[in-house]
């Protein structure tokens, strides 16, 4: 399986890196792509930007691990992970999985895994800055435990 996975602050072509994934698949039905922006506001007050950090080499080590679990329980071909990192505004692109597979449905189960364990295991850093001039760190969010404990379920 071919896997590539970068954090970076550049943003991503999500074209580029659809064609980029393909030209290492053989036999592929579906790729599946999930892109994440931030978002304005998760509250009554407007997200001026989200500022995120991580630990080089670990955050990367634990998505592979991630994405090796993924594998073991779909047949996926190849996937791609990219997590941006450093001052992001609203609306920008902040996170993309795509995962390639002979078949959809291993595609859609594949890239949901990922997200959901990008979420809750991916050790990154999140800092929101409001319209207000209100900072804070975003903790673990329940629905995101919820959503990663599915995936436990026999």
């Known amino acids: 399986m071919h896997t590539e996975i970068r954090i970076q602050h550049e ?5 580029q890196e659809y064609r980029r994934l393909l030209a290492h698949t053989e036999n592929t039905g579906a790729v599946v792509s999930f892109c994440g922006l931030v978002r304005d506001r998760d509250s009554d007050v407007r997200l001026e930007s989200l500022f995120l950090e991580h630990y ?3 955050t990367e080590n634990e998505i592979a691990r991630i994405v090796s679990q993924a594998a073991e329980r779909w047949p996926i071909s190849a996937c791609t992970v990219i997590h941006r990192v450093g001052t992001l ?5 902040i996170v993309l999985v795509l995962a390639a597979s002979a078949h959809r449905k291993a595609a859609f189960a594949a890239a949901e895994y990922i997200m959901d364990y990008l979420k809750t295991e991916a050790p990154f850093w999140k800092k929101e800055r409001f319209s207000d001039g209100l900072e ?5 969010k329940a629905a995101d435990q919820t959503a990663a404990e599915q995936w436990k379920q026999p």
Request: zero cysteines.
């Open 89 to 93: 505004s609203a609306d920008e692109q």
């Open 136 to 140: 804070r760190w975003v903790e673990a």
């Open 56 to 58: 080089p080499e670990v």
């Open 11 to 15: 943003d991503f072509d999500m074209a």
